[in-house]
């Protein structure tokens, strides 16, 4: 049995993917001379843990990238409402990285700053309909799961 049936257990993967993508973002924001190191040493588990929660959350909701000969009606219908309040949610963050792009335009290596930052806010805006589903779904059927119990594979 997987641990992603439930709406609890896809939350809790969601919160865990929110909070790996905010230590990047923080490791993003540091990343100058005095806290190089420490903002190198910060991405790498905040990526390690984002990308492998959403790697999860994206196989527990479904095919939210599937092609549309794929999907019943339900599934287009999620996956479009995923895909525009991601796309809403986008939005937002290139607004914070413009606000981060005129803070950084001050800075030494103004370049190389701003390029982390949008990195960061990327790789957060690639996994938000992952969350967005995640955050949204009811738990599944249990009946459908119990159907083939005790059943051995072919």
Known sequence: MT????RSDRRRLAVAAVIGHLVV????ALLREPTLWFAIGLMGPGLCLCVGTVAVLRKAVGRPGSAVKDLDERELLL????????FQGICVLMLVDLGYGLYAAGQPDSGSLLSAMTAALFVFGTS??????????PD????????????APA
């Open 128 to 137: 938000l309909p992952a969350l967005w589903l995640a955050w949204r779904l």
């Open 79 to 86: 996956r479009d409402r995923a895909h525009y309040a991601a």
């Open 25 to 28: 973002i923080a490791g993003a």
């Open 140 to 151: 599944d059927d249990p009946e459908d799961y119990t159907d083939f119990e005790g059943v």
């Open 3 to 6: 641990i992603t049936r439930t």
